[in-house]
Structure formats: C-alpha cells, structure tokens
C-alpha cells in the first residue's frame, strides 16, 4: 500500500512538473510576442516618421536643406529619394556654383537605379556643360560605360554596341593617360568580339539555308572587317563550296561564270592554306568544277 502511494505521489509531481514548463513557455512566448509587436509598431512609427520627413522635405523651399538631404539619401544609397530632390534640384541650382554637383549626382542616381539610359545622357551633358570640371573626365568614361551596359546580346539589333566603341574611342583618344586605358582596351575587345560573332553567325545562316549568292558576299564582309578572325580559313573554304553549289544550281548561262569563281577561290585558298584541313573537300569540288568546264572549252562543231 505505501509503495502503490508513493508510486502516485512521484506521478502527481512529474505532471505538476509538466503543466509548470507549458506555463513558463507560454508565458515567454506571449512576452516574445508582445514585445516583436511593440518592435514593429515602433518601426512602422519610424517609417512614417521617414516618410513624413522626406514628403516634408518635398514640399519645402529650403534649397540648402534639400541638397543637403539628398546628399544623405545618396551616400546612404537611398537612390530613389535622393534622385526625386536632385531631379528638382537640377532647375532650382541652374546657373549657380552649385550646379555641377547637383548634375554629377543626378547622372550617377540613375546609374545606380540601372537606368542607363537616362544615366549615360545625363553623364554626356555633364561634360558638355561643364568641361573644366573635375569630374568630366569620369563621366566622359561613364557616357561610354552606359552604352556598353546596353550593348545587347548579338543576336540582337547592335547600335548601341557600336555606339559604345565609339565612345570608348573617343575617351582613350582624350585621355591617353587615364587609368582607365586598361579597362577601355578590354571592353572595346569584348564588343568587337560580339560584332564579329553576329556578322559569323549571320553569314551561316545564309549558306545554311542555300542563299550561296549572299554568303559569298557575307563571308567577304566578315574577312574584310574583323582582318584577324579566326574563321578566315574556314570562310574561305566555304566560299569556294557556295561558289560551286550555286553553279550547280544554277540557269545554264551562269554556269561557267561560277565554276570559273569556284576554280580561282580554290588557288587562291592553297595558296594560303597549303596544309588546310579543308583541303581534301577542296581538291574534289575543283576536280569537279574543273570537268563542268571543260565542256564550255570545247569547240562547237
């Protein structure tokens, strides 16, 4: 009987036990609670407080104040606010000493907002309104630098590529000193290289799909504007097949103008290429195009 007590006694106390924790933790968990609410409503009061602030500041005719504030917003990368007061800034301080900063910060606003667009036109009326500044030679590299931000893939339409490298051009001709010369130099490889890639690429796709007469012309082109490609040999092997493949094609009185093209390709490609790898694939289509003319030399009875 005193064991089967103590056995119950020792139960009640574990239970006992038990219901402690579960009120303990709940008690901490409502305090966890009730204090991440009062953290929150203590954040929203300084979000609206911010809020209040920068709207006041809006509204203000306090110039000196609102710089001074957009300076803060833009050196705490708070982008967005600092470019709503330099944008209102720009008309308030034209033609005053103040001017050139507020122009310098309203280009690199939108830069950092990733509008560079808006960014590189801001970055060239810079330097064209204040061409003694300190930082016109920066922005002269960031007018380039944004056309190459929007330089798109090359598949794609290509002007601002070709607006970049003229920019960068232009900076490396400017500044020869500048310690961005390196930099330049690796970029202008990079757009050259998607310049040469489409112009590639769009001379396959005419001899890919049977168009020889323009991708003689297209594979001309690639040679003669990227003179280090690597593609020569091969484009130049390719060329002497389109000229044979359009032959073949081709109306009777075409014919031997175009086997007669497919001949000169073929020497002047051995005369480049006398270890080709194209070679075999050459020797046989001018093996060919040589028997096709044979019959144009004939004399007619």
Not at 18 to 47: D, M, P, Q, R
Request: charged content about 25%; glycine content about 2%; some cysteine.
């Amino acid at each position: 009987m005193y064991l089967r007590f103590r056995f119950m006694e020792k139960k009640i106390i574990n239970i006992l036990f038990v219901l402690i924790l579960l009120i303990t933790f709940a008690s901490c968990n409502s305090e966890k609670k009730v204090y991440e609410s009062e953290k929150s409503i203590k954040e929203g009061k300084h979000n609206n407080y911010a809020i209040g602030k920068f709207n006041k500041l809006v509204k203000s005719s306090d110039a000196d104040a609102k710089y001074n504030a957009a300076v803060n917003y833009f050196e705490t990368k708070d982008y967005t606010k600092a470019l709503t007061l330099f944008e209102e800034l720009m008309s308030l301080y034209r033609g005053t000493a103040r001017a050139e900063e507020v122009h310098y910060y309203y280009a690199y606003c939108n830069y950092n907002l990733e509008d560079y667009i808006l960014a590189g036109y801001h970055f060239r009326s810079f330097v064209k309104n204040f061409p003694t500044s300190k930082h016109v030679e920066f922005c002269s590299y960031m007018n380039a630098y944004c056309f190459y931000l929007n330089s798109p893939e090359y598949s794609l339409e290509q002007v601002d590529t070709y607006l970049a490298i003229k920019e960068f051009q232009r900076f490396t001709n400017q500044y020869p000193k500048s310690d961005k010369i390196a930099e330049c130099n690796e970029i202008l490889d990079k757009l050259r290289a998607k310049l040469e890639r489409k112009s590639y690429e769009s001379s396959m796709l005419y001899y890919n799909m049977n168009n020889y007469k323009s991708a003689i012309a297209a594979f001309a082109n690639h040679i003669k504007d990227f003179s280090d490609t690597k593609h020569e040999e091969e484009l130049k092997f390719l060329t002497i097949k389109s000229y044979y493949l359009l032959a073949i094609n081709s109306v009777e009185s075409k014919k031997q103008e175009r086997f007669k093209a497919a001949v000169d390709s073929y020497i002047k490609f051995i005369d480049t290429y006398p270890q080709s790898k194209y070679l075999k694939n050459a020797e046989i289509i001018y093996s060919s195009s040589l028997q096709n003319l044979e019959k144009y030399n004939k004399p007619t009875s």
